[in-house]
């Protein structure tokens, strides 16, 4: 009995261990992640733009994949950290670290105040309480022309070198090394959060509230403590977007933009973390492809992907590709 | 001395309807007290008032002499207060470990540490293969709750339960929908559970109760029809009749 226990607690020790190990697939991404940079030196203003979106998407991942809550709202927190972010640049705050910083702040303070609506109620009742809460943004945002330059946005912003070190250049490659490293940054500690025992509640209460509460976890505390996370990263997201376009317009607050934001994890898939990087990827890739073959109706044939992907199934698309992976280089070999 | 829990008067109305009349349940120290009673006696919504699932229209109830009529689950969890569920109620794609570590971590006070890692918690992983170990779930601990057969599925359901140390027990028909063959692993965990534990088993299965519990009270349309020791309630004429039927004929 007594080795038995020994061994049940070992093999426990060990899943634990595994649990927070890097896999190789995971180093894989981010060596790509840096090495294109010289790869594609042409492309650095789309990789900062898939960067961005994939920061957005990651901050929706925190909520949807592990907490289970779903927001169709989450451009609010983009627009306000894209907001403070011009806003302070014109004020005279051009060093962008700084700005994205207090950027973070701001956006964590409104997603603490509105984490609140999210806490009781359906996934359809979220769904409109975030709409609503991100359509109200638009119009402070409208309304308030003076400050935000409405619908003609936020002009004349010019933004320092970064810690005072690096230049932004026209060709987008302090852009998206910036933007990659942010993006990396968030993403560890990201990746702590959701291993750690915090994270692994926040699970818990996803799959199955009422026993989440049954064993003391305090569901409602937690979902506003990983919503005001959220909101911050969105945040940050969105100061890069100000930071690295030098441009703020009412589009960083629109629908669409949350909306995409949902679409890109339902590409890549939820509750891993990399599913918004990928879905990101995927997402600019499959524009770009489409676009070229069709200008006019690219958005028929994303919608139609998009469609085929969630009547099918991600996990089933990808199982078939891999199986077909499997025996091309069965034959091959 | 303070009743480990207590109900005073508790009244449960949804509606019209009255779920739950003027109950007024005492469960001591050490107890081991079954809740009988046919079906749609209550039984189940008592559990939820306990468990503060549900907030009664009226009526107070003590834990350990506090009032906790108006705390939140979680926090009666805090204080000692765990059930388990008459239909499963586990995390579906966490494997037992994390379910149980989660639970534990939550107990000693870590359960909201963000930058932590199990990893460098060896009290709270050894205390969670621990339980697995008790319920005999140490060797799939590592799958998926929701693909394990449903015996242990019921193991599971008890070793959340157990994970955050309780005071006082909650069993809602733990043996519910088990196997035969396997039953008897669920009521031997139950009857190993020790004394400071006080438990109230909500029951179907007369052999579970006749074998587990000391005292017994008989819940009928949503009152405490009748209360007394195991032999008492056994021997008396009117639950044979509204309840018991053939089941202790035999």
């Known amino acids: ?333 | 001395m303070n009743f480990a829990l207590e109900t005073k008067d508790l009244v449960m109305r949804f509606g019209g309807f009255v779920a739950t009349n003027r109950v007024s349940l005492s469960v001591a120290p050490g107890a081991r007290h079954a809740l009988i009673g046919p079906n749609g006696a209550g039984k189940t919504t008592l559990v939820n008032l306990m468990a503060g699932v549900l907030t009664p229209t009226e009526g107070a109830i003590l834990l350990d002499g506090r009032d906790i009529t108006n705390a939140p689950v979680a926090a009666r969890v805090g204080i000692g207060l765990a059930r388990t569920f008459q239909i499963n109620q586990i995390f579906a794609t966490m494997s037992p470990l994390e379910a149980v570590s989660v639970a534990v971590s939550q107990r000693v006070g870590l359960g909201s540490s963000m930058f932590g890692r199990l990893s460098q918690m060896p009290e709270i992983v050894d205390e969670s293969a621990d339980i697995l170990e008790r319920l005999r779930l140490a060797d799939v601990m590592d799958d998926r709750s929701d693909r394990l057969p449903y015996g242990k599925q019921r193991a599971l359901e008890l070793a959340l339960a157990l994970a955050t140390r309780p005071k006082v027990l909650l069993l809602d028909e733990p043996a519910a929908g088990v196997p035969e063959s396997e039953r008897h692993e669920i009521l031997e965990i139950v009857a190993s559970l020790p004394r400071e534990v006080s438990i109230l088993l909500i029951e179907h299965d007369m052999d579970l109760v006749f074998s587990f519990a000391e005292t017994i009270t008989v819940l009928v349309q949503g009152a405490i029809f009748l209360e007394g020791s195991a032999q008492d309630i056994a021997a008396d004429r009117r639950v044979r009749e509204v309840y018991l039927g053939e089941a202790i004929d035999g």
């Open chain 1, 1 to 333: 009995m007594r080795s038995a226990t020994a061994s049940a607690r070992e093999k426990a020790r060990q899943a634990v261990a595994d649990a927070t190990r890097w896999q190789t697939p995971e180093l894989a991404f981010w060596a790509v992640a840096i090495a294109a940079i010289f790869l594609f030196p042409s492309r650095h203003l789309l990789l900062n733009e898939i960067a961005i979106v994939g920061l957005f998407a990651l901050s929706i991942d925190l909520i949807l994949g592990y907490a289970g809550i779903v927001s169709l709202g989450h451009a609010a927190f983009f627009g306000v950290g894209a907001y403070t972010a011009g806003l302070l640049a014109k004020a005279g705050i051009g060093e962008p670290v700084a700005g994205l910083a207090i950027a973070a702040a701001v956006a964590a303070a409104v997603g603490f105040a509105t984490s609140f609506l999210v806490i009781r109620g359906s996934d359809l009742t979220r769904l409109m309480v975030t709409l609503s809460v991100a359509l109200v943004f638009v119009e402070i945002a409208n309304r308030f022309e003076s400050i935000t330059g409405g619908v003609d946005g936020l002009l004349g912003i010019s933004m320092g070198p970064i810690l005072g070190l690096f230049e932004f250049d026209f060709g987008g490659t302090t852009a998206y090394c910036y933007s990659l490293a942010v993006l990396f940054g968030m993403f560890l500690v990201a990746r702590r959060l959701v291993r750690s025992p915090f994270g692994t509640s926040l699970r818990a209460l996803k799959e199955n509230r009422l026993r989440a509460g049954a064993i003391g976890i305090p569901t409602a505390r937690r979902i506003v403590t990983i919503y005001t996370i959220s909101a911050s990263i969105a945040g940050v997201a969105g100061a890069l977007l100000a930071q690295t376009t030098a441009f703020v317009s009412l589009e960083v607050l629109d629908f669409a933009r949350s909306a995409d934001g949902l679409l890109i994890l339902v590409i890549g898939g939820s509750g891993y973390l990399y599913g918004g990087l990928l879905g990101a990827i995927a997402f600019a890739l499959m524009r770009d492809a489409l676009s070229s073959l069709t200008p006019a109706y690219w958005m028929f044939w994303m919608g139609a992907i998009l469609v085929a992907l969630v009547v099918v199934g991600r996990e089933r698309v990808v199982a078939k590709f891999a199986a077909a992976v499997d025996r091309l280089r069965g034959s091959g070999s």
